[in-house]
């Protein structure tokens, strides 16, 4: 049974920092690409930024220079280091794996709220 669960969400304050943590089990987690994709009350899910199963990375241009993803195959574990937080960037966050050009397993997701 595939599981990814978040963590790390919470209520900061404009210009300050999170860090969101994803720990996948019951896949091998090192020959996945994943990302972290978010939602906002009213619009569609979109992605915030991925890392390939080779590292590489890609950032939406609303965080890039503000974010950064990471992972530790050894932990299992995906990261999303958050700075310079606006308010815009208040949503859901999901981690998922990335399969081609679509997601194959979700997390149930974590709020992040950034206060003005």
């Known amino acids: 049974q595939v599981q990814l669960v978040e963590s790390g969400g919470g209520l900061v304050q404009a210009g300050g920092s999170l860090s969101l943590s994803c720990v996948a089990s019951?896949?091998?987690?090192?020959?996945?690409?994943v990302g972290w994709y978010r939602q906002a009350p009213g619009k569609q899910r979109e992605l915030v930024a991925r890392?390939?199963?080779?590292?590489?990375?890609y950032y939406a241009d609303s965080v890039k220079g503000r974010f950064t993803i990471s992972r530790n195959n050894a932990k299992n574990t995906l990261y999303l280091e958050m700075n310079s937080l606006k308010p815009e960037d208040t949503a859901v966050y999901y981690c998922?794996?990335?399969?081609?050009?679509?997601?194959?397993?979700w997390g149930q997701g974590t709020q992040v709220t950034v206060s003005s």
């Open positions: 890392i390939t199963h080779n590292y590489d990375t």
């Open positions: 998922s794996t990335i399969l081609g050009a679509s997601n194959d397993y």
């Open positions: 019951g896949i091998i987690f090192r020959f996945h690409d």
